[in-house]
């Protein structure tokens, strides 16, 4: 795993802002946004389930849950 490099004594401002603005760039491309693309219709809002029981109808819930969180997220 690569490591951040140090923090320099002295920084530029600029330099700064510009690693915001990089950084929250890739926040807008992040999961929340994807899931903007997704909309279940006719969904149950299902956290949990069965692992060895579940029906293809309560995964589809459960995924449909989560696009509904991903895109409220943001």
């Known amino acids: 795993m690569s ?12 330099s700064f802002n ?3 603005a ?3 760039r890739a ?3 992040s999961a929340g ?3 903007r693309n997704f909309a ?3 969904s149950t809002k299902r956290r949990s389930f069965d692992s060895s029981t579940v029906t ?3 995964l589809a819930q459960v995924v ?9 997220s943001e």
């Open 3 to 14: 490591r951040l490099p140090r923090a320099p004594d002295n920084y530029d401002p600029g």
């Open 18 to 20: 510009q690693l915001i």
């Open 22 to 24: 990089d950084l929250e």
């Open 27 to 29: 926040a807008s491309n």
């Open 33 to 35: 946004s994807a899931a």
């Open 40 to 42: 279940a219709t006719n």
């Open 56 to 58: 293809l109808a309560e």
């Open 64 to 72: 449909a849950t989560l696009i509904d969180d991903l895109s409220d």
